[in-house]
């Protein structure tokens, strides 16, 4: 199976560096057209620069390829919809979008002032949903569409100091779980990979022994798979790094069942907390239908 995306029209936002920069490349020689997207500037969202997308587009086209530069922020609604206009301006159409751009503000939350925790939700969750929600139409028109979020094991998992960011990252989440269904009729996919390359967003967090290996080279397999024709699943979450691709899901332990005509006491759950907490046997589930048919099911007539 070869994994090709000509004809295919692909915006991915914040490719100016990194991981962005990786999968517009990787994107391009498989043959689709490129809109980069990167207003430019420094890891905190701060100043702009147009190199950082011009000098993608360069390469790309230098080896080639078909690609035009968007220096426009994915922050606000009027600019979010301007880099979908540059897709369809240039080539005509839209089938990929990859939901990349990202910023840092780092700080424990007692420190946290209400500007960073702003700024960055701005930039990883409403950036993707504003570009997202522009480039719906065009898909749900094509019947046919592949979007690609980016979260994060901060927000999977959480970290010390990334309260705003987790937030941002695991918001993501729940953004593509309802996209996930309202595409499907569409023939459009969405689908989620949490990353881990040596950028320089990670550039002081990675200990330096580990920071060539991780090349963002190894997550753009993961993005192109899941941007591509050969993709069926929707709404799955993928960790990517080097040599290792694995979903991440959100699960439901057996728990513990009580009669539920009569109220529980705190008391009686507490005696059973250890099986409220019970993970063994726990299953996933594709929609909150589903996990609510669960205590329905048990609920009766
Ligand atoms: P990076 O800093 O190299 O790239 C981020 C790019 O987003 C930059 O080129 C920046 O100019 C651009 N950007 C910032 N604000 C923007 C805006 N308002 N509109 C459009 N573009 C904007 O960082 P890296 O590591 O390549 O990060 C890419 C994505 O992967 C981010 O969403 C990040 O949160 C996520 N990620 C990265 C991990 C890693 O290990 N590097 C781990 C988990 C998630």
């Given at each position: 199976?070869?994994?090709r995306?000509?004809?295919?029209?692909?915006?991915?936002?914040?490719?100016?560096?990194?991981?962005?920069?990786?999968?517009?490349?990787?994107?391009?020689?498989?043959g689709?057209?490129?809109?980069?997207?990167?207003?430019?500037?420094?890891?905190d969202?701060?100043?702009?620069?147009?190199?950082?997308?011009?000098?993608?587009?360069?390469?790309?086209?230098?080896?080639?390829?078909?690609?035009?530069?968007?220096?426009?922020?994915?922050?606000?609604?009027?600019?979010?919809?301007k880099?979908v206009?540059?897709?369809?301006?240039?080539?005509?159409?839209?089938?990929?979008?990859?939901?990349?751009?990202?910023?840092l503000?780092?700080?424990?939350?007692?420190?946290?002032?209400t500007?960073?925790?702003?700024?960055?939700?701005?930039?990883?969750?409403?950036?993707?949903?504003?570009?997202?929600?522009?480039a719906?139409?065009?898909?749900?028109?094509?019947?046919?569409?592949?979007?690609?979020?980016t979260?994060?094991?901060?927000?999977?998992?959480g970290?010390?100091?990334?309260?705003?960011?987790?937030a941002?990252?695991?918001?993501?989440?729940?953004?593509?779980?309802?996209?996930?269904i309202?595409?499907?009729?569409?023939g459009?996919?969405?689908?989620?990979?949490?990353?881990?390359?040596?950028?320089?967003?990670?550039?002081?967090?990675?200990?330096?022994?580990?920071?060539?290996?991780?090349?963002?080279?190894?997550?753009?397999?993961?993005?192109?798979y899941?941007?591509?024709?050969?993709?069926?699943?929707?709404?799955?979450?993928v960790?990517?790094?080097?040599?290792?691709?694995?979903?991440?899901?959100?699960?439901?332990?057996?728990?513990?069942?009580?009669?539920?005509?009569?109220?529980?006491?705190?008391?009686a759950?507490?005696?059973?907390w250890g099986?409220?907490?019970?993970?063994?046997?726990?299953?996933?589930?594709?929609?909150?239908?589903?996990?609510?048919?669960?205590?329905?099911?048990?609920?009766?007539?």
């Open positions: 199976m070869s994994i995306f000509d004809g295919r029209v692909a915006i991915v936002t914040g490719a100016g560096n990194g991981l962005g920069k990786s999968h517009a490349l990787a994107l391009a020689a498989r689709a057209k490129l809109v980069v997207n990167d207003p430019g500037g420094a890891v969202g701060s100043g702009r620069a147009q190199a950082a997308a011009d000098t993608v587009v360069a390469e790309i086209v230098k080896a080639g390829g078909q690609a035009v530069a968007s220096y426009d922020s994915v922050a606000e609604p009027a600019s979010a919809t880099i206009a540059k897709a369809i301006e240039a080539f005509g159409r839209l089938d990929i979008l990859i939901n990349n751009a990202g910023i503000r780092d700080k424990s939350f007692g420190k946290m002032d500007a960073e925790w702003d700024a960055v939700l701005k930039v990883h969750l409403m950036g993707s949903a504003y570009v997202t929600r522009a719906w139409p065009y898909l749900q028109e094509a019947k046919y569409g592949r979007i690609v979020m979260t994060s094991a901060a927000g999977l998992f970290n010390f100091g990334q309260a705003n960011y987790g941002a990252k695991l918001g993501l989440v729940g953004l593509m779980n309802a996209l996930k309202e595409g499907l009729k569409y459009i996919l969405v689908n989620t990979v949490a990353p881990l390359a040596g950028t320089r967003m990670t550039e002081n967090i990675v200990p330096p022994a580990f920071f060539a290996k991780l090349k963002p080279e190894h997550v753009t397999p993961a993005v192109l899941m941007a591509s024709e050969a993709c069926k699943e929707s709404g799955w979450i960790s990517a790094g080097p040599g290792f691709y694995a979903r991440v899901r959100m699960m439901e332990g057996p728990g513990a069942a009580f009669d539920p005509k009569t109220v529980v006491s705190p008391e759950l507490a005696e059973r099986e409220v907490g019970n993970l063994k046997e726990a299953v996933g589930f594709e929609t909150a239908t589903d996990e609510i048919a669960r205590i329905f099911l048990r609920l009766g007539s």
